[in-house]
C-alpha cells in the first residue's frame, strides 16, 4: 500500500477511477520477501550489506584497537584511513595517547557518504528494508512507516552539499599526500606507494566529481553556459552530468580502495612486503 493505495505504475493512455487515472495495479503479493519474481533479487542487497558490515567493522577495529602501522618511512606514505593525518601534519603532539588523526576526521567522510543519495538507497533496501526490493512484499511493519524523504528522523540528510564542501577539502588534502610519497630525503621519485594513493584520491574525486550535489553546485542556478566563468561551470555540469549516471560504482571503487590501501600500507610498516621505487637523480 502506498499512501493508501495499491501498489501501481503509470501507464501512459490508461484512464478508469479517479485515483487510478492513467495507473495499473502491480501483483504484489503480501508478505515479507514475497514476490512473483523468479530472478535472484536478493543477490545485490546481501552483497552490499555484507560490504558495508564489513567496511565498517574493519574501520572500527582499525581505528579504535588496531592503529599501528598506519604509515611507513616517517609518513611518507600514510593510510587511507588516516589521511588526512592532521596530528602529524600539524603538529598536535599533546593529545591523549589514544587519539588518532582518524578519529578527528572520519565524521566527514562518514557524513558524505552517509548522506549520499545513492546511499540512501542501499541502506533503504539492504538494513530497513523499506522497500525490500522492486516487487518483493516488505515487512509488514514498513508499511505503515512509507518513505518521507528528507524529513523526520531523515532530516539530517539535508546537510550533503554542505559535507560535500567538507570532503572537497579532505579531497585536496589527499592529494597533498600524495605528493609527499614522492619526497625521498630531498630527491623526487614514486613508489608503489604513490600508485595507490594516487589512484585511491582519483577514485574518490570520481566520487565527488559525479556526486548529484556537486553537479547542482555548477548547472543549478545557471540557465544557459555562454561566456566567461559560466562557460567553465557548463563544463563541469556537463562532466558531472556524465559521470554522475556511474555513481554506484564511484562510491563503491573507491570505498574499496580506501580498504585496499589501508592494508598495503599496514603490509609494508610491518614489513610482510615492500614498496619498489623509482627515483630521480
Ligand atoms: Fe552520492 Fe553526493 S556523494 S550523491
Known amino acids: ?18 485515483w487510478m487515472r492513467g495507473y495499473q495495479r502491480l501483483p504484489l503479493v503480501k508478505g515479507f520477501g514475497k514476490t512473483q519474481r523468479i530472478d535472484n533479487w536478493w543477490n545485490q542487497p546481501a552483497i552490499m550489506a555484507a560490504a558495508l558490515g564489513i567496511a565498517m567493522i574493519y574501520t572500527g577495529l582499525r581505528v579504535i584497537l588496531l592503529d599501528g602501522s598506519i604509515h611507513y618511512e616517517n609518513h611518507r606514505v600514510t ?15 599533546n593529545h591523549p595517547g589514544w587519539m588518532n588523526s582518524a578519529m578527528l576526521i572520519l565524521w566527514i ?5 552517509g548522506t549520499c543519495y545513492y546511499m540512501r538507497k542501499v541502506y533503504h533496501r539492504t538494513f530497513l528494508q523499506n522497500p525490500t526490493a522492486c516487487l518483493v512484499a516488505k515487512p509488514n511493519i514498513n508499511h505503515g512507516v512509507g518513505y518521507s524523504g528528507e524529513r523526520g528522523v531523515f532530516i539530517f540528510n539535508n546537510i550533503h552539499r554542505y559535507m560535500l564542501y567538507l570532503a572537497v577539502i579532505i579531497l585536496s588534502m589527499k592529494y597533498y599526500d600524495v605528493i609527499l610519497t614522492m619526497r625521498f630525503n630531498g630527491s623526487w621519485g614514486f613508489s608503489l606507494g604513490t600508485l595507490v594513493l594516487a589512484f585511491e584520491s582519483f577514485l574518490l574525486t570520481m566520487y565527488v566529481v559525479s556526486c548529484h550535489a556537486f553537479r547542482h553546485l555548477f548547472g543549478g542556478s545557471l540557465d544557459q553556459w555562454r561566456g566567461g566563468i559560466s562557460t567553465v561551470a557548463g563544463w563541469m555540469f556537463r562532466f558531472s552530468s556524465r559521470h554522475n549516471a556511474s555513481h ?26 615492500t614498496d619498489p621505487r623509482f627515483i630521480m637523480g
Request: aromatic share 16%; no cysteine; glycine share 10%.
Open 1 to 18: 500500500m502506498q499512501n493508501g493505495q495499491p501498489y501501481a505504475v503509470p501507464i501512459q493512455g490508461i484512464t478508469g477511477a479517479p
Open 248 to 273: 554506484n560504482l564511484w562510491f563503491w571503487t573507491s570505498l574499496t580502495m580506501v580498504f585496499l590501501g589501508d592494508i598495503f600500507v599496514l603490509s609494508v610498516a610491518e614489513g610482510v612486503i
Open 109 to 113: 567522510p562518514f557524513g558524505f557518504r
Open 79 to 93: 593510510s587511507p584511513i588516516f589521511s588526512p593525518d592532521i596530528l602529524h601534519m600539524f603538529h598536535i603532539t
